[in-house]
T-cell receptor
Framework: AQTVTQSQPEMSVQEAETVTLSCTYD???????LFWYKQPPSRQMILVIR??????QNATENRFSVNFQKAAKSFSLKISDSQLGDTAMYFC?????????FGQGTELSVKP | GAGVSQTPSNKVTEKGKYVELRCDPI?????LYWYRQSLGQGPEFLIY????????DSGLPNDRFFAVRPEGSVSTLKIQRTERGDSAVYLC??????????FGPGTRLTVL
């Protein structure tokens, strides 16, 4: 079975600071995709960043970057220069065989 | 280019009734997904389609749940004999097959 675990139900960060959200996953596969999705209070889920397991280089999208540790099955998200608009639920997700499996989410609050 | 749309946005029904939830994917997207999200939880996979056929329906909780996509575009999730435990937000997503899912705003189902 494939599972995704986010051990931080809630986090907060001061505006302009850096925060890291944790995610671990369990799989016996060697090739797969990992994602971080953001769900603001408006409810619509949007993609933040993706990582392909066969790529050793960590993905980066502007202020968002990941620390992908394949052997440890860890996939954390770092948000730099946090902004008020980053306040949302963040979900780590794993894809194999066309199916996307989500973690339980981390609620991030960015404080002014 | 419109995004994924879902109707209705809210549905209130009584226990035992039948409901249909509709999803209009992004034009040209071959894959379509249904997820269920309970309050404070991550989205739970229900089913996904490649074209007209269900590629994986392993997440449907029981035979009261059924989904169709007869022409490979619009999809309908059908729930028979609704129960209070079916209350949740039902999310639809579509994909062109690159791994990124584009989500709709969801339908909030309340079973009284």
């Amino acid at each position: 079975a494939q599972t995704v675990t986010q051990s931080q139900p809630e986090m907060s960060v001061q505006e302009a600071e850096t925060v890291t959200l944790s995610c671990t996953y369990d799989t016996s596969e060697s090739n797969y995709y990992l994602f971080w999705y953001k769900q603001p209070p408006s409810r619509q889920m949007i993609l933040v960043i993706r990582q392909e397991a066969y790529k050793q280089q960590n993905a980066t999208e502007n202020r968002f970057s990941v620390n992908f540790q394949k052997a440890a099955k860890s996939f954390s998200l770092k948000i730099s220069d946090s902004q008020l608009g980053d306040t949302a639920m963040y979900f780590c997700a794993f894809m194999k065989g066309g199916k996307l499996i989500f973690g339980q989410g981390t609620e991030l609050s960015v404080k002014p | 280019g419109a995004g994924v749309s879902q109707t209705p946005s809210n549905k209130v029904t009584e226990k035992g009734k039948y409901v249909e939830l509709r999803c209009d994917p992004i034009s040209g997207h071959t894959a379509l997904y249904w997820y269920r999200q309970s309050l404070g939880q991550g989205p739970e996979f229900l089913i996904y389609f490649q074209g007209t056929g269900a590629a994986d329906d392993s997440g449907l909780p029981n035979d009261r749940f059924f989904a169709v996509r007869p022409e490979g575009s619009v999809s309908t999730l059908k729930i028979q004999r609704t129960e209070r435990g079916d209350s949740a937000v039902y999310l639809c997503a579509s994909s062109i097959g690159t791994g990124e899912l584009f989500f709709g705003p969801g339908t909030r189902l309340t079973v009284l």
